[in-house]
């Protein structure tokens, strides 16, 4: 268990709909971070928050947003989704002290959509 | 454009053997490295790193070699076990980025024959 949990597990929607991905950090973390994983594919970095504040931006799309609230926990919205978005997406969380910091990843929530 | 680059999707190696998994980098600015595992239905989770100023990190069964001239780097895994099964990510870093997004590669699928 890294510490980082991530809900729903599983998610199952239609084109057209507008979904919200959950993640809480570790303990202590104040750098949030989404990555999804398409088929066969790597993980492609989305977004990273730092102690609420965006800091570093990916191949995220226009249609999909994400904030990291007060408490640190992060949201991942996606909305007007297409079949293509259908993939695991996962959140991992760090703290950040200089040099490589090692990010613990959540379990990840799988997104279907119909 | 893949950064890094893991051209072996999948791998099966003898219980006992040697496994060796190779990743390619294009980016000479990474400056750190790691090696992800992952089993099905988790996120990933850390397995070694190594410093873009060493050459060689070892931990237990498991070594990650550098070479830089050749943007290169391999993990090895002796002697391998069944457990050893899993996807296995490269993943590369630059901690001069100003940022802490990991550069993933697509992933090669060890499979350890008992």
């Known amino acids: ?3 980082v949990t991530q ?8 084109t057209g709909q507008r979904v919200t991905l959950r993640c809480s950090p570790r303990s ?3 750098s949030v971070y989404w990555y999804q994983q398409s088929l066969d594919q790597g993980l ?9 504040e965006e800091r570093a931006k990916g191949n995220i799309l226009e249609r999909f947003s ?3 609230f007060p408490d640190l926990h992060s949201e991942l919205n996606l909305s007007s989704l297409e079949l293509g978005d259908s993939a695991l997406y996962f959140c991992a969380s760090s703290v950040i002290q200089g040099g490589y910091n090692e990010q613990f990843f959540g379990p990840g929530t799988r997104l279907t959509v119909l | 454009d893949q950064q890094v680059k893991q051209n072996s999707p999948s791998l099966s190696v003898q219980e006992g053997r040697i496994s060796i998994l190779n990743c390619d980098y294009t980016n000479s600015m990474f400056d750190y490295f790691l090696w992800y ?3 099905p239905a988790e996120g990933p989770t850390f397995l070694i790193s190594i410093s873009s100023i060493k050459d060689k990190n070892e931990d237990g069964r498991f ?3 550098l070479n830089k001239s050749a943007k290169h780097l391999s993990l090895h895994i002796v002697p391998s076990q069944p457990g050893d099964s899993a996807v296995y990510f ?3 870093i630059g901690t001069n980025f100003g940022n802490e997004k990991l550069t993933f590669g697509t992933g090669t699928r060890l499979t350890i024959i008992p």
């Open chain 1, 7 to 14: 809900t729903p597990k599983h998610l199952i929607t239609a």
């Open chain 1, 44 to 52: 492609q970095f989305l977004i990273q928050y730092y102690n609420g």
């Open chain 2, 90 to 92: 490269c993943a590369a």
């Open chain 2, 37 to 39: 595992k992952k089993y």
């Open chain 1, 1 to 3: 268990d890294s510490g």
């Open chain 1, 66 to 68: 994400a904030q990291q």
């Open chain 2, 63 to 65: 070594t990650v070699f």
């Open chain 1, 28 to 30: 202590g973390d104040l």
